[in-house]
């Protein structure tokens, strides 16, 4: 029900899609659902996906028909350019705005390591090694929506995929906590340490009272 451009160079998500058909598109459905049930006064705002890679939750949560756009954000220019061309192919360009940077806590530049394997695993500020690297703005969340002109009460989801730096755009982002928006956060330890696992713990918990796991 959807046309993705891919990266034939990508083990991961491209390697997916082409064995499964989809990218975690279950877990997006089960959040949609959750906030069918729990959150309905989310049906018709806006998905803010951070760390879109090419588009492929954009897409999903754009053919679902809870939301009434979205905002995709990806730093990486060869991820961005197949996000721009997958938004375009499903006739998502006036409903659906990609912003060529990354998320974090405060506006300036950073590196971005980029994986030679894995184009949904380049992330900022890694001890990558020998890993390729490039410098990419980078944009709280909140002026990201600023500049945009979409007020943090017009989000119905927020979808985090950035690879360590989870603390940094939650802490971007205080006008959609203060709102309470719902956050779906990858969360995997070996990409953060203990500590840093209970300082975003407490930021969420400041603003919300119910966490689930969705994935399998």
């Known amino acids: 029900d959807h046309t993705l451009f891919l990266d034939p160079a990508d083990d991961v998500i491209a390697a ?3 064995l499964r058909g989809d990218w975690q598109r279950r877990d997006l459905l089960r959040v949609i ?5 729990h959150v309905p006064e989310s049906a018709g705002r806006r998905f803010i996906d951070v760390g879109a890679n090419i588009g492929t939750e954009t897409v999903y949560a754009m053919l679902s028909g809870h939301f009434s756009g ?6 990486e220019p060869n991820n961005f350019s197949l996000l721009s061309e997958n938004i375009a192919a499903n006739g998502l360009g006036s409903r659906v705005q990609a912003v060529n940077c990354a998320a974090g806590a405060q506006a300036g530049t950073a590196v971005l390591a980029r994986s030679e394997s894995n184009k949904g695993g380049h992330a900022l500020s890694v001890d990558a090694g020998g890993a390729d690297r490039i410098a990419v703005e ?3 969340v909140d002026s990201i929506l600023a500049n945009l002109g979409i007020e943090a009460s017009e ?13 940094d755009v939650l802490s971007g982002m205080t006008s959609l906590l203060r709102h309470k928006v719902p956050v779906v956060l990858e969360h995997l330890p ?10 975003i713990h407490r930021l ?7 966490y689930c796991r969705v994935d399998d």
């Open 138 to 140: 980078v944009l709280p």
């Open 190 to 199: 070996t990409f953060i340490t203990a500590d840093q696992a209970r300082s």
């Open 16 to 18: 997916r899609v082409l």
């Open 33 to 37: 659902s959750l906030l069918r049930t």
């Open 70 to 75: 979205a905002v995709s954000i990806e730093p």
């Open 204 to 210: 969420l918990a400041a603003h919300y009272r119910h």
């Open 155 to 167: 989000a119905g989801l927020v979808w985090i995929d950035v690879n360590g730096t989870e603390q």
